[in-house]
């Protein structure tokens, strides 16, 4: 007999599995689908780890606050280790166009909540010494954005859903999605089907796929991005580094210490690459690694362990698509991340499960507002 379920939610990762707990902590049947064997085993074990409100948007500012609320008390509220650390993110300006539009943009950042100031390049060197200052204009700096790590995070959140009734369906693709009428009624995978009150598409990189299914056209296509680790070391910085200055192959490039004092970096290439191929370029180390030295001399010895390559599932405009569509009755976008599915996706969950249970703040339509599937997509995040 086919069991029916309140919610479904189709992908297992950064925005699947904190919607899964907050859906069920709210008593709901879920089921989570995902292709893959276990949770967060796409993109979401391939993030490194940043999680910021420091965004251009209301929404995005809102959704990441909440985030950090979230991560930033795990431990003391549920007992797990998840590697969270309140280091904060900084941009470093290197030009008097990126010093203007940083100070520009906390005007709104500020209307809008966030704790963010400028600071001198003298004490820009107090929290990140020996950064190059050759040309250091100032810094902004958010001290309440920080970092996590992604595998524990995803695996407490996947446990604690799992506590509060979530059920999950590992190794079965998606093959089909019924519908009658305006109301999606069963979810067809290659080992089963199952009825359900409420569909999520929280598929990732995967999510244009699942949309064709129930005839949405979701432009989102994910592109390629590579990130490596070094060995750990005594903690010599404090921040998130983001230097949004252009090179030769790349857009911009940041790096942070963990928890465990290792390095992680990573770069945004110019132009994209696009897919979905994950084996790991002999192109990006170089490339990276230069760019990181000249800027931070103090890196220069240091021994990377790794690199890897993951996905930024993109909208044209660098915002997620979130929330339900006038097409269907019960389905619910949770797609078009932009690479910032682990620090969304608490936040995002808890506004998924307002949306289905018909409880949303005072607040969450305008939140919504920069993530309608409906927009034209001709803004662009400026922090994306």
């Known amino acids: 007999m086919r069991k029916t379920y309140d919610v479904i939610i189709i992908g297992a990762g950064s925005v699947g599995v904190p919607t899964a707990m907050a859906l069920a902590e709210k008593k709901l049947s879920v089921l989570v689908l995902d292709a893959l064997a276990s949770p967060g085993q796409g993109n979401a074990k391939k993030a490194i780890g940043g999680i910021r409100a420091t965004h251009s948007d209301y929404g995005k500012i809102k959704i990441s606050q909440r985030s ?15 590697g969270w650390m309140s280091n904060g993110y900084s941009y470093p300006a290197y030009t008097e166009k990126d010093e203007k539009m940083l100070k520009d943009l906390m005007k709104i950042q500020r209307s809008f909540g966030l704790n963010i100031s400028w600071i001198s390049p003298e004490e820009y060197q107090k929290l990140v010494p020996g950064i190059s200052m050759e040309g250091l204009r100032g810094s902004t700096f958010s001290p309440e954005d920080g970092s996590a790590s992604p595998l524990l995070s995803n695996n407490a959140f996947y446990f604690k859903s799992i506590e509060y009734g979530a059920e999950y369906r590992f190794n079965e693709s998606v093959a089909e999605i019924k519908t009658d009428g305006n109301r999606i009624t069963e979810v067809v995978t290659s080992k089963g089907s199952y009825g359900c009150g409420y569909m999520i598409n929280a598929a990732g990189n995967f999510a244009k796929e699942i949309g064709k299914m129930v005839g949405l056209d979701l432009p989102v296509n994910p592109d390629s991005h590579e990130a490596g680790i070094t060995e750990p070391m005594k903690r010599f910085f404090e921040p998130m580094v983001v230097d949004m200055r252009s090179a030769p192959g790349s857009k911009n490039f940041y790096f942070y ?12 290439p110019e132009p994209p690459i696009l897919g979905v191929h994950n084996e790991s370029t002999s192109v990006f180390l170089p490339m990276c690694t230069k760019r990181m030295v000249a800027l931070y001399p103090r890196l220069c010895n240091l021994k990377v362990r790794r690199t890897w390559r993951g996905q930024y599932p993109m909208t044209p405009d660098g915002f997620p698509i979130i929330g339900a569509v006038k097409e269907l009755d019960n389905y619910i976008n949770a797609v078009g991340m932009c690479g910032q599915g682990f620090m969304l996706g608490p936040g995002l969950g808890e506004l998924i499960a307002r949306i289905v249970t018909d409880t949303k703040h005072a607040d969450d339509d305008r939140i919504l507002e920069s993530f309608d599937f409906y927009r034209d997509f001709s803004g662009q995040e400026l922090f994306k």
């Not at 950090?68 to 998840?82: A, P, V, Y």
């Not at 210490?257 to 945004?268: A, K, L, P």
């Open 68 to 82: 950090i609320d979230i991560f930033s008390t795990w431990e003391k509220l549920h007992g797990d280790e998840i």
């Open 257 to 268: 210490q963990n928890n465990e004092g290792q390095v992680v970096f990573c770069i945004t």
